[in-house]
């Protein structure tokens, strides 16, 4: 059994861990730290099994991200209160100065394993001077309101009831106003993570191009990075006898190229929304890295991104395909942040993953570093699987007798689409579709059809495209992971009169 004191000091720690929580929080806006969740987020994706992780983003999409913070966010409050249950502990010894002691006990174990875990290494000083020194003002928060808290059960005057039922007040009142900041500061960016991507603003018939504020957004981090222009380069080196510093000025001013394309993530599931096409404009790759004289034992291109993502391609793949493209514009405009301003790949024909944002660093080498997501196993080509939905109807959609309009999207990446058919009996019977010419050779293609049903029932509608080659697209459902989702979309529909 756990002495009262054990249990005060948990409590207490969990109060102190609020309120250490909405000031690191809080922080982070100010002088821009890293909370603990996003920093220990990596080391944890990296300790999950790839299809663990597939089957987390397969069933909660955009939601994965937030009960994946979520659930980092209690972690650390448990451990919080964990030391605070430690210091209750000390304090039936009589040792003086607890709260300093264990706060400065929690800064070591911040300091020295879990930011070298992250990656800010010791101390966090890769991250600069001031990481230590917010870390070490946090935990002075954190010990100050241990204090405070724990002194509740230890009223100073029994016969004063009225301070006794302050003292006991102040500790509620705190972790009340640190979980309204906690509130303010992340329910409002969860509930358009989960409710309202931008992806979900668009309704009916897709358009040739997305609006760009409906592309649609995927990363690994909680908070992605804002980076400026000024004072921002490229840099690329390795096995290269002429290494480059490409500020924004020198990359726009280079020969601009501007393709329509398709991008789509490899966690897309069948007849999901995490696929646009956008007009986008940057430089070639390949004449960057032809102005960068690689040496003839170069092999592989290895991408760092101001977000830590790493990605790597074949430079055979670079020189062989003039269409990828280091983007800087979306839309006509500038990149936004969330797409990776100030530049970014674009590997047209590949799954999103393939193309890094904000990307700062491209390293000539003779061998492949390695990807983010292929250190979880996630397939190193990407290339894109032939896909097709519909756009409508939508599933249970009730639909009057008579001509019923279908209509969707078919995509192939650089293969392109040569069919696409569809069934209204769960394909037993298919007939063709009528394709709309592509906006590019790189982008989706738009196909619509007429059905008349014959009576009142229910239907089963299925599509299925062919692409360039001939190969049909196959109807065997798989997972996203590792290769990217498999299948035949299905919507289920009833018709009335």
């Keep these: 059994m756990f002495s009262r004191a054990t249990r005060d000091g ?77 210091y209750g502990r000390l304090s039936e010894r009589g ?11 929690g800064w070591a174990v911040v300091s020295v394993i879990l930011l070298p875990l992250s990656g800010d290494g010791f101390f966090g000083l890769d991250e600069g001077l001031t990481t230590p020194l917010v870390w070490g003002l946090l935990f002075v928060i954190y010990a100050t309101v241990l204090e405070i808290a724990f002194r509740r059960r230890q009223p100073p005057e029994p016969a004063d009831p009225g301070r006794r039922r302050a003292i006991a007040v102040i500790p509620l009142g705190i972790a009340a106003a640190s979980l309204g900041v906690l509130g303010l500061r992340l329910i409002p960016g969860w509930a358009q993570a989960i409710a309202a991507p931008p992806e979900s603003g ?17 990363s690994k981090n909680f908070a992605d990075p804002v980076v400026s222009s000024k004072g921002w380069t490229l840099n690329v080196h390795g096995l290269v006898d002429n290494p480059l510093k490409l500020s924004y000025q020198d990359l726009v001013g280079l020969p601009p190229t501007t ?32 102005m960068a004289q690689p040496r003839s034992g ?39 942040d969330l797409h990776g301003f100030p530049a970014r790949i674009l590997i047209p024909g590949h799954y999103g993953m393939k193309g890094p944002k904000w990307l700062d660093d491209v390293e000539v080498a003779a061998s492949a570093a390695g990807g983010y997501w292929e250190g979880q196993g996630w397939n190193p080509d990407a290339a894109v699987r032939t896909t097709s939905r519909f756009d409508r109807p939508h599933q249970g959609d009730v639909l009057r007798l008579g001509a019923i309009q279908l209509a969707g999207i078919a995509f192939a990446g650089k293969r392109g689409i040569s069919a696409v058919d569809w069934s ?64 035949f979309h299905k919507v289920q529909v009833s018709v009335a009169r």
């Design 10 to 86: 948990f409590l207490a720690g969990l109060v102190a861990g609020l309120a250490m929580l909405a000031a690191m929080y809080l922080a982070s806006g100010i002088v821009g730290n890293h909370p603990l969740p996003g920093l220990l987020q990596q080391p944890l994706l990296q300790a999950m099994p790839g299809p663990v992780f597939g089957f987390l983003i397969d069933n909660l999409k955009h939601a994965g991200k937030v009960v994946e913070e979520f659930g980092l966010i209690v972690a650390m409050l448990v451990g919080l209160g964990a030391l605070g249950a430690l």
């Design 95 to 105: 040792l003086p100065h607890l709260g300093l002691l264990v706060g400065a006990l």
């Design 202 to 218: 668009l309704s009916g018939v897709s358009p040739d191009i997305t609006p760009v504020e409906n592309f649609y957004v995927v």
């Design 259 to 290: 393709e329509i394309v398709t991008l789509e993530c490899i966690s897309n599931v069948v007849g999901g929304e995490q696929i646009s096409t956008g007009s986008f404009t940057g430089a070639s790759l390949r004449d960057i890295i032809t």
């Design 298 to 336: 170069a092999r592989s291109l290895n991408f760092r991104a101001r977000d830590g993502y790493t990605e790597t391609v074949p430079l055979s793949q670079v020189m062989a395909s003039p269409e990828i493209l280091l983007a800087y514009q979306l839309g006509g405009h500038q990149l936004p």
């Design 424 to 487: 209204s009996d769960g394909g037993r019977t298919w007939h063709p579709a009528d394709l709309k010419p592509p906006a590019s050779p790189l982008s989706w293609t738009l196909w619509t059809a007429s059905w008349t049903p014959t009576d009142e029932s229910a239907y089963v509608l299925l599509v299925r495209a062919t692409d360039g080659s001939g190969q049909a697209q196959t109807s065997e459902v798989t997972s996203s992971y590792p290769n990217g989702s498999g299948g």
